[in-house]
């Protein structure tokens, strides 16, 4: 059985995005990025909502990038071999390799994928996974901090979400991850 993982990279302060909507703040490092890729690799199915969906299409195609650094080669990989599943009543259609696309989230459907799947099932986005968080099917979170404050904007996590943490690691640029159970 797979586990729901929720999974982001924030600030220190604990927002994805800074309160202009820009998270080029949270742009990972060669060591970082391997190390995400590594945490990736167990992951069978990606649920994202529409905005996710468009900022990680770009990983279906190499060519979108300039920068082919091993750890971007292998993210891409990483990211081609996994299903996705992107939540929008918006989207026409989903244009990626491996990606359907439903109109809304059932949390019950996403519980019952989890128990079914062999490998874990991560839920990408802080607005779908606050619908994730609600519904109390959240297994664990990774979060990837990054030594900015950036005072405002998209809250990695909805509040009231209690957490017991299971580890931690710390990278030589000063990001933090540390992972924890969801405390039901």
């Not at 990972?28 to 900022?55: C, Q, W, Y």
């Not at 989230?105 to 839920?123: G, K, L, T």
Request: charged letters at 25%; aromatic letters at 10%; glycine letters at 8%.
């Amino acid at each position: 059985m797979g586990r729901l993982i929720y999974s982001a990279i924030t600030s220190i302060d604990g927002y994805v995005e800074d309160a202009s909507g820009a998270f080029d703040w949270s742009a990972p490092d060669a060591e970082v990025h391997a190390f995400v890729n590594d945490r990736e690799r167990a992951v069978g199915t990606h649920l994202i909502g529409r905005r996710m969906f468009e900022t990680m299409k770009v990983w279906d195609d190499l060519s979108n990038f300039t920068d082919r650094s091993p750890e971007v080669v292998d993210f891409a990989a990483v990211w081609q071999a996994a299903d996705k599943v992107v939540y929008s009543t918006t989207l026409e259609a989903a244009t990626t390799g491996r990606t359907r696309l439903h109109r809304s989230f059932d949390p019950d459907e996403v519980a019952a994928m989890v128990r079914a799947s062999d490998r874990d099932v991560s839920i990408g986005g802080a607005a779908l996974a606050a619908q994730a968080f609600d519904a109390g099917i959240v297994d664990e979170v990774q979060l990837y901090l990054n030594p900015i404050a950036v005072g405002g904007g998209k809250p990695a996590l909805p509040g009231g979400v209690r957490l017991a943490l299971l580890d931690e690691r710390r990278f030589t640029g000063g990001v933090v991850y540390v992972r924890y159970a969801v405390r039901r």
